[in-house]
């Protein structure tokens, strides 16, 4: 195979410049290897395939260990070929010896722009504005285009769930492929579903304080209010019997991948695991 103009050999001056800014740009995949070396000469017409079928959405850089020995040092490289993935000038996946094509693309697809992902920002944005049918309509012109999508047919479950089309969320939600468990959409759409079952179906089940205040709380988190669901319901557990604190805590860790703020989740873990002993 021809080399591509998005595979180039460099050398350790040209690394800052190819690996570390170029990164910034767009991905790039560094390859440690050696002429020597049989796995290494194994690997390169998988990657190089791969750089050519992404037409220029990551770079790779071959660095010959043999001729810059210091800069395969830093990297920590003790076996090779030894593969890593810059996003943003930081290592974001590595991997030692030959590899699959198939794995190789799952590693790098994490770390691309999802198809109508502009549109999934641009719906999810008009949505919680409160323009549903705005959010809709280029939800379902996405899908349209990428019905097999599913980074869209995640945004497109929670639209469903703010117009209150519950039922079709679910639908939608149980029928996507196991790849949607890595997707960033995914535990917030689980998360939000998982309060409108526990209106549903769940709480008439329940001692009626403690259905009343899993209601409010729901309701709230479906209002995008989390942040103060959240906090009552850390306040209740100080004195809550035991299966109330049960559903409590369940309840607090289902709404975190709902905040979008590290560090106020990360304190809010912290609440809860002390509440915890």
Not at 56 to 83: F, M
Not at 125 to 131: C, D, Q, T, V, Y
Request: aromatic share 8%.
């Amino acid at each position: 195979m021809a080399r591509s103009a998005w595979v180039q050999d460099i050398r350790g001056e040209d690394f800052k410049l190819f690996v570390i800014e170029g990164s910034a740009i767009q991905p790039v995949l560094v390859d440690f290897w050696a002429p020597w070396c049989a796995p290494c000469r194994a690997l390169t017409p998988i990657l190089e395939s791969l750089v050519q079928a992404y037409a220029g959405r990551i770079h790779l850089a071959k660095i010959n260990t043999d001729e810059s020995p210091a800069l395969a040092q830093s990297y920590g490289i003790q076996g090779i070929p030894a593969v890593k993935l810059f996003h943003a000038g930081q290592i974001v996946e590595e991997f030692v010896g030959v590899q699959s094509e198939s794995f190789i693309r799952k590693l790098i697809d994490q770390h691309l722009p999802k198809p109508g992902s502009e549109t999934v920002e641009s719906a999810l944005a008009a949505a919680s504005r409160g323009e549903t049918r705005t959010a809709r309509a280029m939800l379902d012109q996405a899908l349209a285009e990428h019905p097999d999508d599913v980074h869209i047919r995640l945004a497109s479950c929670l639209v469903d769930i703010l117009q209150g089309e519950s039922a079709q969320a679910r639908r939608t939600f149980d029928q996507l492929s196991p790849e949607a468990l890595t997707d960033p959409l995914y535990e917030r759409t689980h998360s939000l579903l998982y309060f409108v079952h526990l209106l549903e179906k769940e709480l008439g089940k329940l001692p009626l304080p403690l259905a009343n205040r899993l209601s409010v709380g729901a309701r709230q988190i479906l209002a995008g209010r989390a942040e103060d669901a959240v906090w009552e319901w850390l306040d209740a557990l100080s004195d809550a019997g035991s299966d109330e604190r049960s559903l409590l805590q369940e309840a607090i860790r289902m709404a975190f991948p709902l905040f979008g703020n590290e560090t106020q989740r990360l304190e809010y873990q912290r609440r809860l695991a002390r509440s915890l002993h």
